[in-house]
């Protein structure tokens, strides 16, 4: 069983930078590799990044490719999401996600899921 807590979001202008951070209890947390996907309003939960166990290996949606950075860090139990150069477009719910592999762009591929973070993109 792993639990994940997102924190770090909030409200930013446009061109500005957030970054996520996600907590995992239990001792499993470096079996699994993570991710991070967001739900607009009225949307579908998509894919934004995801990063392999070890950390060697990075998958990012087109969407944020260049602008967001996903890392983790094992001896914290911690994944982070440095969010730069922020649109309108990038608002929503964010969550934090144990699953398979970095690849995991499938919302039903998910073991575990965070409860999520709001972030605000003003324009």
């Known amino acids: 069983q792993v639990q994940l807590v997102e924190s770090g979001g909030g409200l930013v202008q446009a061109g500005g930078s957030l970054r996520l951070s996600c907590a995992a209890s239990g001792r499993t947390f470096s079996s699994y590799a993570m991710g991070w996907f967001r739900q607009a309003p009225g949307k579908e939960r998509e894919f934004g990044a995801a990063?392999?166990?070890?950390?060697?290996?990075?998958y990012y949606a087109d969407s944020v490719k260049g602008r967001f950075t996903i890392s983790r860090d094992n001896a914290k139990n911690t994944v982070y999401l440095q969010m730069n150069s922020l649109k309108p477009e990038d608002t929503a719910v964010y969550y934090c996600a144990a699953g398979p592999t970095p690849f995991m762009t499938n919302p039903r591929l998910i073991n575990y899921w965070g409860q999520g973070t709001q972030v605000t993109v003003s324009s």
């Open positions: 990063i392999s166990r070890s950390g060697g290996i990075t």
